[in-house]
Each structure stands twice: as C-alpha cells, then as structure tokens.
C-alpha cells in the first residue's frame, strides 16, 4: 500500500482523505451526527443556490466568518448546539471543502483529529493500493494544524500496517522493495513524527494562524473541540455529490 501526503491538491485516483482540522473535518464530522447528507458546495453562491434548489440548511463562511444570511456558520460547536428543522445542509468553507472540488480519487474520506483512528482504520480497509492524505491549508498555503492532524491519522495507518505486515516485510533491504512505490512517504512520516508530541502538538494548533484568527473571532470552544483525539468513531465519505455517514455494505 502506498501512503502519501500532499497539500491543496491531491493525484491519487484510489482513495483520499480530505485533512482540514480547524473546522471543515471537524464540522463535518460533528454535523453527520445531526444531518443525513452534507452537500459541498465551492462558493457561496453556489451554496445558495443548492440550498434553494433542494431545501437545505445553508451553512457557511469565508475568513472564519459565518456568511451574511447563512443559518450557520463553519462552527462544529454551533451545529452541536443546533436543532435542525432540515434534514441535509450544504457547506461552503474556505479551505478544506473548496479542496474537494478537484479530487479525483475514487473513494473521499473526511479525516481530523477527531476522527483519526476511525479513518485510518477504515481507509484501509477501502483502498486497493493508495492512500492520499490531502490537506486543505490556509488561504491555498500550508496550514501546521492540518500536517499535525494529517500526523495523527497517518500514525494510526502506521499503525495498521506495521500489525498486519510480515516481519520479514518490515526489515526487508532487497533492492526491489526500495524500487517500489509502496510504503509511507517521507513526508508523511515526517507528519507522524511531527503529531507525536500532543502537549506540544495542541500549543502549535491553537497558535496556529487559523488557531489565532477563530480566537479572535471568538472560536476558542471551536479550537478545543478540533484538537480532541479521537472522540468519533465516525467518518464521512464522499460519493455522488453528498458527505454521508460510512456505513458498510450490511
Ligand atoms: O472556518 C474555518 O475555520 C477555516 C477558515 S479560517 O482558517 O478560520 O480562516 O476554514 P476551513 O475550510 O475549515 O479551513
Ligand atoms: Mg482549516
């Protein structure tokens, strides 16, 4: 299995995982919960126009701030909180839904913090032969907090494989191995590292630049919910045009 890291865009035509831990992963993680169907929308006006179109709660922001004449905003607490009239919404963010617009893969996971073990395991248990994780940054650059959540599920991922391979796989120093495309990418490994320190790993999030502006919006409740680990062991997956809720084939 190959497993990758990448930023903003994304290559892998078997399975991604979108990484965007202040909020959009954690928002929607949080609102599968409540809501059937999250439909991604790439601007806000298309936002409003699938909303109208199929009678959904509008929710969404630019900057951090919920949009004018948005229900809702990008606030994982908020949709905790919220008694939902509707049974879908449609989402609009800046960074980690825009993202999805241009992947490819087959299979799209939604992975954070929150999440993580349940998307390591499951995007596993999906792929045939890569793994992508693909984070949606800040402003189209590299965002920490979503490298060190990228850490976090890659680490569990780590994880998996090191149970299920082979000794001898593990140490194997035949030319052929290193030849091949498979294993988990120097990046990503430098993610895993990165994410091992927690004390350290929630500090540098929550003074992050995204950290630093929904403070300053007022966000703080946001912050702390995104950096919990591992609190749902639930996970969206993106098919025909809609965020579900995985659920196996029973
Ligand atoms: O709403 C958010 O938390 C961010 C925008 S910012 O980092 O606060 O400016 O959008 P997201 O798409 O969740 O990264
Ligand atoms: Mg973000």
């Given at each position: 299995?190959?497993?990758?890291?990448?930023?903003?865009?994304?290559?892998?035509?078997?399975?991604?995982?979108?990484?965007?831990?202040?909020?959009?992963?954690?928002?929607?993680?949080?609102?599968?919960?409540?809501?059937?169907?999250?439909?991604?929308?790439?601007?806000?006006?298309?936002?409003?126009?699938?909303?109208?179109?199929?009678?959904?709660?509008?929710?969404?922001?630019?900057?951090?701030?919920?949009?004018?004449?948005?229900?809702?905003?990008?606030?994982?607490?908020?949709?905790?909180?919220?008694?939902?009239?509707?049974?879908?919404?449609?989402?609009?963010?800046?960074?980690?839904?825009?993202?999805?617009?241009?992947?490819?893969?087959?299979?799209?996971?939604?992975?954070?913090?929150?999440?993580?073990?349940?998307?390591?395991?499951?995007?596993?248990?999906?792929?045939?032969?890569?793994?992508?994780?693909?984070?949606?940054?800040?402003?189209?650059?590299?965002?920490?907090?979503?490298?060190?959540?990228?850490?976090?599920?890659?680490?569990?991922?780590?994880?998996?494989l090191k149970n299920n391979a082979s000794e001898d796989r593990l140490n194997s120093n035949d030319e052929d191995y290193f030849k091949e495309e498979s294993g988990i990418s120097e990046y990503a490994l430098s993610a895993i590292l990165a994410s091992r320190d927690k004390e350290l790993a929630d500090k540098i999030c929550i003074e992050s630049k995204s950290g630093r502006r929904l403070t300053y919006?007022?966000?703080?409740?946001?912050?702390?919910?995104?950096?919990?680990?591992?609190?749902?062991?639930?996970?969206?997956?993106?098919?025909?045009?809609?965020?579900?809720?995985?659920?196996?084939?029973?």
């Open positions: 299995m190959k497993v990758s890291l990448s930023f903003e865009k994304g290559s892998s035509k078997d399975l991604s995982i979108v990484v965007d831990a202040l909020r959009a992963s954690t928002t929607i993680t949080v609102a599968l919960d409540k809501f059937k169907e999250i439909y991604p929308a790439y601007t806000p006006e298309q936002a409003i126009e699938i909303a109208k179109e199929k009678n959904l709660i509008l929710a969404g922001e630019r900057k951090g701030r919920k949009l004018e004449g948005f229900e809702l905003g990008n606030s994982p607490t908020e949709i905790k909180q919220y008694e939902a009239s509707k049974d879908s919404l449609v989402l609009t963010t800046s960074n980690g839904v825009r993202i999805m617009e241009n992947m490819e893969s087959e299979i799209i996971l939604i992975g954070g913090f929150v999440n993580a073990k349940a998307c390591a395991k499951l995007a596993l248990e999906l792929a045939t032969e890569e793994i992508e994780l693909v984070m949606g940054g800040i402003n189209k650059t590299f965002a920490i907090e979503d490298f060190l959540a990228a850490g976090e599920i890659l680490y569990w991922i780590q994880e998996e919006l007022g966000y703080k409740d946001d912050i702390t919910l995104c950096i919990k680990r591992n609190i749902s062991e639930k996970v969206g997956i993106y098919k025909d045009g809609k965020i579900r809720l995985y659920k196996p084939n029973k």
